[in-house]
């Protein structure tokens, strides 16, 4: 089967640094994208990568392992406003995207 | 340019009505999607289209059916709706369905069905 794995919930302290985890079993691997969720919100493009390695994007990196199946996104500097919902979806053999359940991240001032 | 719009926002809709949701697009985008949304699960595709006049079936087709007459509306339609379809639907679009590009995502629309 398909399958994303990420943490359910998260806590950061505004100002500090998160990473925030996803692992995937997908039949096929065309990259993977992270998206940002506000509550009660769409999702919004956050990042996109199909090679090794990391992609750094101001506060905000994503690192794609392809062999381990695992990626990350990594926020710098946290703010108040980056309290969301933090989704992980790999494009598969058909170009469709699977998707995780998603990481909710508390941001504590 | 407003993107992806959905209508309803929210709708309260009794078990066995019929319901079309609405998305229409103005990115000239090939591709269109619909997912739903449920607490604790990942988003769930329901149907597609990588481009006008042609419909796929997603991972939780049964209950739904879709239609792509022109390249901007993609109307979802719950034939005989039931409480299991309670959800949040979002639509979304790509440039193209036969690559790996971003998605962009409509507003959504809340639906319960009692």
């Known amino acids: 089967g398909q399958n994303i794995d990420q943490p359910t919930e998260m806590t950061a302290t505004e100002g500090a640094i998160v990473q925030i985890n996803c692992t995937y079993q997908?039949?096929?691997?065309?990259?993977l994208f992270w998206y940002q969720q506000h509550a009660g919100e769409a999702p919004t493009f956050l990042s996109y990568?199909?090679l090794d390695g990391l992609e750094e994007k101001g506060r905000f990196s994503s690192f794609l392992s392809r062999s381990k199946g695992y990626s990350y996104l990594l926020l710098k500097e946290l703010q108040m406003k980056d309290s969301a919902s933090y989704l992980c979806?790999?494009?598969?053999?058909?170009?469709?995207?699977?998707w995780g359940a998603g990481t909710k991240l508390i941001i504590k001032p | 340019i407003a993107g992806i719009t959905q209508a309803p926002t929210s709708q309260i809709l009794a078990a066995g009505r019929r319901m079309t949701l609405r998305c229409t697009q103005d990115?000239?985008?090939?591709?269109m999607y619909w997912y739903r949304q449920d607490l604790g699960l990942g988003l769930r595709l329901i149907h597609y289209?990588?481009?006008?006049?042609?419909?796929g079936k997603g991972e939780v087709p049964d209950g739904y059916s879709v239609s792509r007459a022109n390249t901007d509306d993609f109307p979802l339609t719950l034939a005989s709706a039931v409480p299991s379809q309670t959800s949040v639907y979002f639509c979304?679009?790509?440039?193209?369905?036969?690559?790996?590009?971003?998605?962009?995502f409509g507003p959504g629309t809340r639906l319960t069905v009692l």
């Open positions: 990115m000239r985008h090939n591709a």
């Open positions: 979806a790999v494009s598969n053999s058909n170009y469709q995207l699977i």
């Open positions: 997908t039949s096929g691997f065309n990259g």
């Open positions: 990568n199909v």
């Open positions: 979304a679009s790509s440039a193209s369905g036969g690559a790996p590009d971003t998605q962009y």
């Open positions: 289209s990588n481009t006008a006049g042609t419909t």
